[in-house]
């Protein structure tokens, strides 16, 4: 197969893990009605003739006009984007443009409906996810939880995010093995706030963490509150956070149980924004940033995140192939980072860098 059908099957496969959140953001309308910037699109693709290799090249090439994730029913392609970015005339020139010239596509476009897949995660939760028996991560619907020494309890409100993509367990590990007894950590794009809530149980003295996603920074609040970790300044818990969390433990037919235990000081914490890396202007420098999201964002924020740690200090990066460590490590160096490790696990990588610390190190 030629190597530019490889590269662009590969790249949708980055696209899909890294934004499924954002399709399931329909998918879960509980107690807020979505906001109609929220609403999506269903675009409906029928290819004659039908094969994965042209659903994986035609994935790719909509990601790149701003379809966020996609799934396969028969031989039609199904594909998924906000109602604001949707551009008839660039969906008209993908289909023409497609690089299967064999191959024709039509496609029908309809309003994805909104469904109470938020009931139903509530209801069967996920399994427990166990990181090298040193981390648990865990909803609160299993009562059969295997001990470690760090336990992460989260609701299960968002499919995405429960610490069992290899990316997560990359970062976890090596979080594990750094000292951050009273460090000031950045989660650059926090999620569910799994690598944020494992920084303060690591000892870590507050975490600045951030998400363009608003469904994630709430749901990062409330998994805070489960496990017991203070929200501060601007990314205070609401009211109404504090009132569904007081109700459900008070309550033994809720579905939330009592928070994880754990033995924290009463000063560390965490603040929790909605935002891009931008938001990191006029923020403290930090000893760590964390950075779990896609190659090009991260090359994108990379002279950003360089300025947001302090000398000497660390920066964690993952969210992509192991193919594409020689240009995020090269994008790196050039804004004085040094490599100090790499760790994979199957086709995923993870970088440990540190802010102007001396280069040739053997990894």
């Known amino acids: 197969m030629p ?18 959140a954002a399709h399931l953001y329909w998918q879960m309308a509980s107690a807020r009605r979505i906001p109609e910037e929220m609403k999506y699109y269903e675009v409906k693709c029928a290819l004659q003739p039908f094969s994965e290799t042209a659903t994986d090249l035609l994935s790719a090439e909509l990601a790149e006009i701003g ?16 109602q604001s970015e949707w551009d008839e005339d660039k969906m008209q020139q993908a289909v023409q443009d497609f690089c299967l010239p064999d191959v024709s596509i039509s496609y029908t476009l309809t309003e994805a409906p909104d469904e109470d897949w938020n009931q139903i995660w509530e209801e069967e939760g996920f399994q427990p996810v166990v990181v090298d028996e040193t981390v648990v ?22 499919a995405f995010g429960t610490g069992s993509h290899q990316t997560t367990r990359l970062i976890l590990r090596t979080l594990a093995s750094l000292d951050l007894e009273g460090k000031h950590v950045i989660d650059a794009g926090t999620g569910t706030g799994i690598l944020a809530i494992m920084c303060i149980k690591r000892g ?4 600045f963490a951030y998400d363009i996603d608003e469904w994630s920074v709430e749901n990062t609040k409330d998994n805070l509150l489960l496990n017991r970790i203070p ?22 037919s809720g579905i939330l149980l009592p928070p994880a235990p754990c033995s924290l000081p009463p000063a560390p914490g965490v603040s929790v924004v909605c935002g891009d890396s931008s938001v990191l202007e006029g923020q403290p420098e930090a000893d760590l940033l964390i950075a779990n999201i ?10 950003r995140f360089a300025k947001a740690i302090k000398p000497y200090g660390k ?11 020689p240009v995020l490590t090269e994008a790196a160096v050039q804004q004085g980072l040094s490599l100090l490790k790499q760790e994979n696990e199957e086709e995923w990588a993870m970088l440990l860098f540190e802010a102007n610390a001396l280069g040739g190190r053997d990894v």
Not at 3 to 20: D, G
Not at 67 to 82: N, V
Not at 237 to 244: A, G, L, T, V
């Open 3 to 20: 190597e530019f059908i490889l590269a662009r099957q590969k790249r949708i496969f980055t696209n899909f893990l890294c934004t499924f």
């Open 67 to 82: 379809f966020e994730s996609f799934s396969q029913t028969g031989d039609c392609l199904l594909a998924y984007i906000q």
């Open 137 to 158: 991560i865990h909803d609160v619907k299993h009562t059969d939880v295997p001990k470690a020494r760090y336990d992460i309890v989260i609701t299960p409100r968002m």
């Open 204 to 207: 870590a003295a507050s975490v």
């Open 231 to 252: 929200t501060l300044g601007q990314g205070a818990r609401s009211k109404e956070q504090e009132d569904r969390y007081n109700s459900s433990v008070s309550n033994e």
């Open 294 to 303: 896609n190659r090009n964002i991260l090359l994108q924020d990379l002279p």
């Open 315 to 325: 920066m964690i990066l993952s969210g992509f192939y192991s193919e594409d460590v």
